[in-house]
Nanobody, 128 residues
Framework: QVQLLESGGGSVQAGGSLRLSCVAAQYTYSSGCWGWFRQAPGKEREGVAVINSDGETIYYGDSVKGRFTISNDNAKKTVYLQMNSLKPEDTAMYYC?????????????????????WGQGTQVTVSS
């Protein structure tokens, strides 16, 4: 049973930084697309960024371009999200999703229905 375990969330002031991590336990495929999503209360889940296993395909949501950076360590089955210049509107629960056995990520990567596995989420709170 594949499990995604996120960590790194917390509370910061606007302009601060956080680094999220997500590790896939029991994931045996060598390929896949790793996505970060977020969901604020009363809002739909939003795609933040995605990366494929070899790091060659990366997409970002418009609201985080230039501030967030996604990266991965395929050997460790881990994906990271470096979040800089955080804003109060970045406050949300952040989730890691994984679409298994995929070499390149879809153009519509931001649609949650593609992902086979999800983590439990890690809370990010940004105060003004």
């Amino acid at each position: 049973q594949v499990q995604l375990l996120e960590s790194g969330g917390g509370s910061v002031q606007a302009g601060g930084s956080l680094r999220l991590s997500c590790v896939a336990a029991q994931y045996t495929y060598s390929s896949g697309c790793w996505g970060w999503f977020r969901q604020a209360p009363g809002k739909e889940r939003e795609g933040v960024a995605v990366i494929n296993s070899d790091g060659e395909t990366i997409y970002y949501g418009d609201s985080v371009k230039g501030r967030f950076t996604i990266s991965n360590d395929n050997a460790k089955k881990t994906v990271y999200l470096q979040m800089n210049s955080l804003k109060p509107e970045d406050t949300a629960m952040y989730y890691c999703g994984l679409e298994r056995a995929r070499n390149s990520c879809r153009e519509k990567w931001y649609m949650a229905k593609w992902y086979d596995y999800w983590g439990q989420g890690t809370q990010v709170t940004v105060s003004s």
